[in-house]
């Protein structure tokens, strides 16, 4: 059973930095694709950013490019997100999400609180 478990969100002030994780578990990732998604109140959940387990291939939302950096650490069986120059529309749930093939992403965490506060 795959499980993902975010962590790192908070309250951060504006121009701050957040580095959220995602550890996952119960199975091998080798080959399979991780990625980041918000949602804010009353927003349609949005794509940030994606990662192979092997660490390429990465892709970024517009709106985070440059800012935010996705990463991986096989050995941890662990994504992360750092976020820099944080601003208030960051403010959302950050979820993680496996994707085993080409499709829909498979498994998702329960997300974790981002605040950005101006």
């Known amino acids: 059973q795959v499980q993902l478990v975010e962590s790192g969100g908070g309250l951060v002030q504006a ?3 957040l580095r959220l994780s995602c550890a996952a578990s ?3 990732f080798s080959g399979t694709r ?3 998604f918000r949602q804010a109140p009353g927003k349609d959940r949005e794509f940030v950013a994606s990662i192979m387990w092997s ?3 990465t892709f970024y939302a517009d709106s985070v490019k440059g800012r935010f950096t996705i990463s991986t650490d096989n050995a941890k069986n662990t994504v992360y997100l750092q976020m820099n120059s944080l601003k208030p529309e960051d403010t959302a749930v950050y979820s993680c999400a496996l994707r085993l093939g080409g499709g829909p992403y498979d498994f998702w965490g329960q997300g ?3 605040t950005v506060s101006s």
Do not use: A, E, I, L
């Open 112 to 114: 974790t609180q981002v």
């Open 15 to 17: 121009g701050g930095s």
């Open 34 to 36: 991780m990625g980041w």
């Open 55 to 57: 660490g390429s291939v």
């Open 26 to 28: 119960g199975r091998t």
